[in-house]
């Protein structure tokens, strides 16, 4: 199986509205949050924080999205991967 790396049109956000949804997410979830109730001394204590509003988004919050439905974005890719490999596994 040959995969081919693609690339989104620029300044078209309708091409990757997957991306520019996330970014929204992001911005209006974290960031606005986040510079209201502190502030920062340094990009590591804004790293730090961050990285624990990623994890909480990947493996607690569930989503509504096409791909998720219901479920957390980690349950999702590994729901994934696992019918990816009885698919590669069936095609021997």
């Known amino acids: 199986m040959i995969l081919i790396h693609t690339k989104t049109k620029a300044r078209s956000p309708q091409t990757n509205g997957i991306c520019e949804r ?9 960031y606005q949050v986040a510079f209201r109730k502190k502030i920062y001394r340094a990009l590591n204590e804004l790293q730090a924080d961050l990285d624990k509003w990623l994890a909480e988004y990947n493996n607690q919050r569930t989503h509504q999205g096409k791909m998720c439905c219901g479920r957390t974005p980690m349950a999702t890719l590994h729901d994934g991967k696992q019918l990816w490999r009885e698919k590669d596994l069936n095609q021997i």
């Open 22 to 30: 996330f970014h929204k997410t992001v911005l209006q979830e974290f």
